[in-house]
Nanobody
Framework: QVQLVESGGGLVQAGGSLRLSCAAS????????MGWYRQAPGKQRELTAIITSGEITNYADSVKGRFTISRDNAKNTVYLQMNNLKAEDTAVYYC????????WGQGTQVTVSS
C-alpha cells in the first residue's frame, strides 16, 4: 500500500504563487508517473500536470506557462510550482502516483482570491 502526504495548499491572491509537494512512501514499485489533478466545485476532476519516470511532462492547456511539475526520485516526491495564480485555479488538488495501480492523495485546497 502506498501512502501519499500532500502539503503546500492555502489561500493566495491572484498573481501569487504556491508550491505543492507530495511525498510517497510504503509499497512503491516501478513508479511510472507522478502528477497532480484538480477538482473545482461542481466540476469533474481533471489533469493538471503529470511527469513520467522518463521526465516527460504534460500540462493542461490552462496552466501551461504558469505551472511547473518536477520530481525528486530519491525522495519519491513530486512538486507543483504554481505561479501567476488565477481565481479559476481554485480547486482541491490531488496527488497521483501511478505504478502497478494508481494511488491518490487526500487532496489539498488551493484558493485564489481575485
Amino acid at each position: 500500500q502506498v501512502q501519499l502526504v500532500e502539503s503546500g495548499g492555502g489561500l493566495v491572491q491572484a498573481g501569487g504563487s504556491l508550491r505543492l509537494s507530495c511525498a510517497a512512501s510504503g509499497s512503491i514499485f516501478r513508479i511510472k508517473a507522478m502528477g497532480w489533478y484538480r477538482q473545482a466545485p461542481g466540476k469533474q476532476r481533471e489533469l493538471t500536470a503529470i511527469i513520467t519516470s522518463g521526465e516527460i511532462t504534460n500540462y493542461a492547456d490552462s496552466v501551461k506557462g504558469r505551472f511547473t511539475i518536477s520530481r525528486d526520485n530519491a525522495k519519491n516526491t513530486v512538486y507543483l510550482q504554481m505561479n501567476n495564480l488565477k481565481a479559476e485555479d481554485t480547486a482541491v488538488y490531488y496527488c497521483l502516483v501511478r505504478s502497478v495501480y494508481d494511488s491518490w492523495g487526500q487532496g489539498t485546497q488551493v484558493t485564489v482570491s481575485s
